[in-house]
């Protein structure tokens, strides 16, 4: 598959990731100007606190349903694959809320009163997220690019909508917010239940204990590594509030979206469209095809996202300034270590390949856990002796270390054939692009430009600059090359191609 090929088809995932991701640059200015630090971090947590649930009950029932699905389809067996999917997620939602119900007594005295009195509505947003990620992932299994960018936006936009509706209209808090999310949620479910399961229905009586026990053996790995990587991304929270004052969750909260949401745009793009990809090329052409594809997709992912990573670097507190209000100001100093935590994170599940080909569950899952246990040593050390910037740190060496281990015990399945050469170009154009991005800034600052313009002005510089390094580096392809001239020619004369 070419480079081309690739790129078009992240283009069919694409607004499902980007106009998500703006969500951030609308949401920050008007958050952080409705609640203070303290406030927003009590949202911030309620949210996690779901996410963590999600992730245990059903994060490795969606990878599931991305690996089998195929198979049923091959065998004309989908009414046992929906029956034994759907039941085995109900069982396990009404097991985690049960717990979660019994835990509600000890856990008054750890949580801030404001932030206990949300548990019931963080529930049902588990109860609805859970449901949703099982049958995204059917979609996604099904290839429908198109339903799969509408639903995303739906919950994304519809979340955003019906919670500030909610505050400014009548007068709630976080719980407007929070109330917003579980609207949009279950409003979108009959929909996407519906449209997964149009030709098939879900039947319990086509339940199969045989074939549940398969699936949960695979899955029950992937549910404590996906668990262990909450702890990763959002563990930093918890140790933050125990060790430091409210507010700093707010302005680790505020930076931390503002940049992640940034690189995830591209980052999680492309593994939209990788494991798929991953997938079928082993099953039809063999492990070296397989292996030139991996190769491809990395390649492509290093000059589109290495120059983000450092362009966001580079420009964190202008970003920062633009979209958050002074109070959260400070919180820029994570940005360099968030957005190369994502980068790693995508490299990270690139390297893994050879052991998912190979349904290698429990081994992805032992790595998840070593990386997020030094992460989260890391915090406990570090942050009541520096603060919160240290958890942004230990999360930049969580991520590293799970990019070494996935890409060690993945060679043997597959062989990563790293473009070394590649990351050396593309690092030498993103240090001239940086420089050339901080340099304009500064001068824009001088002439006392509007921040906006600034901003513009230095991503308007940095684009050219590094493409023609990455031009005079040959890195280009010729075929790429030839691709962007005809380009060029036709915007600048009209021409047709």
Request: hydrophobic letters at 55%; charged letters at 10%; one cysteine or more.
């Amino acid at each position: 598959m070419s480079s081309k090929s690739f790129v078009k088809d992240l283009a069919v995932y694409s607004p499902s990731q980007f106009l998500p991701a703006l969500t951030a640059f609308v949401t920050t200015p008007i958050l952080t100007r409705l609640f203070l630090p303290a406030e927003y971090g009590h949202w911030a947590v309620a949210a996690s606190i779901s996410s963590f649930l999600v992730a245990l009950a059903v994060s490795g029932m969606g990878s599931a349903v991305l690996r089998y699905y195929p198979s049923y389809k091959e065998r004309s067996d989908l009414k046992t694959f929906f029956a034994t999917i759907s039941v085995s997620t109900v069982m396990v939602i009404i097991g985690v809320t049960g717990v979660s119900l019994l835990l509600l007594i000890p856990l008054k005295q750890f949580l801030p009163s404001a932030l206990y009195q949300l548990i019931p509505l963080i529930l049902l947003i588990f109860i609805a997220q859970s449901i949703f990620t099982v049958f995204i992932s059917a979609v996604r299994a099904q290839e429908l690019g198109g339903s799969f960018t509408t639903y995303q936006l739906f919950v994304n936009y519809g979340s955003l909508g019906f919670g500030l509706l909610l505050v400014l209209a009548f007068g709630l808090r976080i719980d407007g917010l929070l109330w917003g999310t579980f609207l949009a949620l279950i409003l979108v479910l009959p929909i996407l239940i519906s449209r997964v399961v149009r030709l098939n229905g879900i039947h319990p009586q086509h339940f199969h204990f045989g074939d549940a026990l398969e699936i949960w053996q695979y899955a029950w790995p992937l549910t404590l590594g996906n668990v262990a990587m909450w702890g990763l991304r959002v563990s930093d929270l918890f140790i933050i509030g125990a060790s430091q004052p409210e507010r700093d969750i707010g302005l680790y909260t505020v930076s931390y979206n503002i940049s992640a949401k940034s690189i995830e745009l591209l980052v999680t793009l492309f593994l939209l469209s990788v494991s798929p990809l991953i997938f079928r090329t082993w099953e039809v052409n063999g492990r070296n095809a397989t292996e030139d594809v991996l190769t491809m997709v990395t390649r492509t992912y290093l000059i589109l996202c290495l120059p983000a990573a450092v362009g966001l670097t580079i420009l964190a507190l202008p970003f920062v300034t633009l979209l958050a209000t002074p109070e959260y100001y400070a919180g820029y100093r994570i940005v360099g270590f968030v957005v190369f935590s994502s980068f790693l994170w995508g490299l990270a599940n690139m390297a893994n390949a050879g052991m998912a080909i190979q349904k290698k569950a429990i081994q992805l899952g032992i790595n998840q856990i070593i990386a997020a246990a030094i992460h989260i040593g890391l915090q406990l050390f570090l942050v009541p002796r520096f603060g919160y910037v240290a958890s942004a740190v230990s999360t930049l060496i969580g991520y590293a270390t799970l990019l070494t281990l996935n890409a060690v015990f993945s060679q043997p399945h597959l062989t990563w054939h790293f473009p070394f050469r590649t990351l050396i170009n593309v690092g030498m154009a993103s240090i001239a692009m940086g420089l050339a991005a901080s340099e304009t800034y500064h001068l824009s600052e001088v002439e006392s430009l509007p921040l906006p313009i600034s901003i513009f002005l230095s991503i308007a510089v940095a684009i050219p600059v590094y493409g023609g390094c990455l031009w005079l580096l040959d890195e280009i392809k010729a075929d790429e090359k030839d691709m962007f001239q005809h380009l060029w020619k036709r915007m600048m004369g009209g021409q047709h191609v």
